[in-house]
């Protein structure tokens, strides 16, 4: 069984990367800096990044990768997945150098996520400055947040999740966004790290590759603040103010370039993953959430 910590980055696609630019320093208050093929580092923390834009066709996901402790971790999950029957392709030179790690294999999960494994982060160590203030966003040993993947093959994935790369179910939810639409199922799962989900399967489709992603600030002050930058900016609202149910983080949430949301949060709770019993939502949301706006 592999051990992953946490999710260590994101790497988006764009036609555009200068919006992305624009809307990681604007609009999420993170750092910014030009990578390799013109792409663009989104800096949350000390690290050189935490998202990773690329240019592209496509305005969408691509990859999300997730790290282990050490290179002994590191073999031992290549193994585990490569045992459930899943190919590993081995990271290039280049790749390992452009993802600033000593270590890099790619896979694909049972709904055709693809993933990137990691350890041994090699890249800068640059305090963090955000170029509009914001204090800071909570990271370390809990990586950069966490995504929401669309999962159709919904069993296989959950199982490929909880018995190869280790992670613990934190909530399951059976969700229904309206009174004709169909019940989709959303697991909620933790790495070794103890944020209270690092990845979440949703039994629903997305053309972008991604429900969404969060990050998460130091103060429901900064989740006001930027909830205000938000209208300012004009950029789409795909769910009101709210506090979740399983995790309590009160949060918003908006679009991103890259077409999939960006959840802008505080107060997530953590788990311990020795002893956290898994839990049964009824609902998504103690307050607000309306994910209607996002149809709107």
């Given at each position: 069984?592999?051990?992953?910590?946490?999710?260590?980055?994101?790497?988006?696609?764009?036609?555009?990367?200068?919006?992305?630019?624009?809307?990681g320093e604007q609009m999420l208050g993170a750092a910014t800096a030009p990578s390799a093929g013109g792409g663009l580092f989104v800096k949350l923390d000390e690290r050189?990044?935490?998202?990773?834009?690329?240019?592209?066709?496509?305005?969408?996901?691509?990859?999300?990768?997730?790290?282990?402790?050490?290179?002994?971790?590191?073999?031992?999950?290549?193994?585990?997945?490569?045992?459930?029957?899943?190919?590993?392709?081995?990271?290039?030179?280049?790749?390992?150098?452009?993802?600033?790690?000593?270590?890099?294999?790619?896979?694909?999960?049972?709904?055709?996520?693809?993933?990137?494994?990691v350890w041994g982060y090699a890249g800068g160590n640059a305090a963090f400055v955000s170029p509009i203030g914001v204090t800071g966003f909570k990271t370390g040993k809990?990586?950069?947040?966490?995504?929401?993947?669309?999962?159709?093959?919904?069993?296989?994935?959950?199982?490929?999740?909880?018995?190869?790369?280790?992670?613990?179910?934190?909530?399951?939810?059976?969700?229904?966004?309206?009174?004709?639409?169909?019940?989709?199922?959303?697991?909620?799962m933790h790495a070794a790290s103890g944020r209270h989900h690092s990845f979440a399967l949703a039994e629903m489709p997305s053309p972008s590759g991604c429900i969404h992603?969060?990050?998460?600030?130091?103060?429901?002050?900064?989740?006001?603040?930027?909830?205000?930058?938000?209208?300012?900016?004009?950029?789409?609202?795909?769910?009101?103010?709210?506090?979740?149910?399983?995790?309590?983080?009160?949060?918003?949430?908006?679009?991103?370039?890259?077409?999939?949301?960006?959840?802008?949060?505080?107060?997530?709770?953590?788990?311990?993953?020795?002893?956290?019993?898994?839990?049964?939502?009824?609902?998504?949301?103690?307050?607000?959430?309306?994910?209607?706006?996002?149809?709107?």
């Amino acid at each position: 069984m592999g051990k992953i910590q946490a999710l260590a980055y994101v790497v988006a696609q764009s036609t555009d990367v200068s919006k992305w630019q624009q809307y990681g320093e604007q609009m999420l208050g993170a750092a910014t800096a030009p990578s390799a093929g013109g792409g663009l580092f989104v800096k949350l923390d000390e690290r050189d990044y935490r998202i990773v834009v690329v240019p592209g066709a496509e305005d969408r996901y691509l990859f999300s990768g997730w790290e282990v402790a050490n290179e002994a971790d590191f073999k031992a999950t290549v193994v585990a997945i490569e045992k459930a029957g899943v190919s590993v392709t081995p990271g290039s030179p280049e790749l390992k150098k452009t993802r600033g790690f000593k270590d890099v294999a790619t896979f694909v999960d049972p709904s055709g996520n693809t993933h990137e494994l990691v350890w041994g982060y090699a890249g800068g160590n640059a305090a963090f400055v955000s170029p509009i203030g914001v204090t800071g966003f909570k990271t370390g040993k809990q990586g950069m947040g966490h995504t929401v993947l669309p999962c159709l093959n919904f069993d296989a994935t959950f199982a490929f999740f909880r018995d190869v790369l280790g992670f613990g179910l934190s909530d399951s939810f059976k969700f229904q966004p309206g009174p004709d639409a169909p019940v989709m199922r959303m697991f909620f799962m933790h790495a070794a790290s103890g944020r209270h989900h690092s990845f979440a399967l949703a039994e629903m489709p997305s053309p972008s590759g991604c429900i969404h992603i969060m990050v998460e600030v130091n103060s429901m002050t900064e989740v006001g603040l930027a909830h205000d930058r938000r209208e300012k900016l004009g950029i789409k609202l795909m769910a009101t103010l709210g506090q979740h149910e399983n995790d309590k983080m009160t949060s918003f949430y908006m679009n991103t370039p890259s077409n999939f949301a960006v959840e802008y949060g505080w107060g997530g709770i953590d788990v311990d993953p020795a002893t956290w019993q898994a839990t049964n939502g009824e609902r998504v949301s103690v307050w607000g959430h309306d994910f209607s706006v996002g149809f709107r």
